[in-house]
C-alpha cells in the first residue's frame, strides 16, 4: 500500500486590494481569487444595518486615511504568507452608504474549506483592527458618532 506524498504548503498570493468609493461586487473578488488549484472560496460580505447597539442607523460614512490602501494591502500578505491558501481579496468601500449597501467584501480560496474559512476570519478582523477607516454614523434619532478602527 502506498501513501500519498504530503502536499507542500503553499503560499497564497493576494489577487485583489482596494479601498474605493465605488458600489462594491462579491463576484469581482470571487473572480478574483478563483483558481483550479482551489477546492473552496469563502466570502465575507459586510453590510450597512439599521441598527447598532439598540438605536436605529439612517446611514453612515466611512472615511479612509490616505495609508488605508496600503495597510490593506499588508495584511491581505500577512494572511496570505501565514495560511495554506491560494488567493487573498479585499475591498473595502468609503463615502456615504446608505442601509444594505456593501461595505467590506474579503474572498479567500485555498484547496479545502477549513483554511479558507479561517482565513477569511483572520482576514476581515485583522481588517477592522489595523486598517485606519473611520465609520461616521448618522442615527435615526438625529445624533451621530465616529467609530474608530479596532472598536467594533
Known amino acids: 500500500m502506498t501513501t500519498p506524498a504530503a502536499t507542500p504548503a503553499r503560499t497564497g498570493s493576494v489577487r485583489l486590494v482596494a479601498v474605493r468609493e465605488d458600489v ?6 470571487i ?9 473552496g472560496i469563502d466570502v ?3 453590510a450597512v444595518r439599521d441598527h447598532d447597539h439598540g438605536r436605529g442607523v439612517d446611514g453612515l460614512e466611512y472615511v479612509g486615511h490616505p495609508t488605508a490602501a ?3 494591502a499588508e495584511v491581505a500578505a500577512e494572511v496570505a504568507e501565514e495560511f495554506d491558501v491560494v488567493g487573498v481579496a479585499a475591498v473595502h468601500r468609503v463615502g456615504r452608504l446608505e442601509i ?7 474572498a479567500v ?9 479561517a482565513a477569511t476570519r483572520a482576514l476581515i ?6 486598517v485606519p477607516i ?10 451621530e458618532d465616529w467609530v474608530e478602527p479596532g472598536s467594533c
Do not use: I, M, N, T
Open 44 to 46: 465575507f460580505l459586510g
Open 100 to 106: 444594505g449597501d456593501l461595505a467590506v467584501v474579503c
Open 31 to 39: 473572480a478574483a481569487v478563483s483558481d483550479p488549484e482551489a477546492g
Open 109 to 117: 480560496s485555498a484547496a479545502h474549506r477549513p483554511e479558507a474559512f
Open 125 to 130: 478582523d485583522r481588517l477592522k483592527e489595523r
Open 70 to 72: 496600503e495597510r490593506l
Open 134 to 143: 473611520w465609520k461616521h454614523q448618522q442615527y435615526a434619532d438625529g445624533a
Open 24 to 29: 462594491l461586487d462579491p463576484a469581482e473578488l
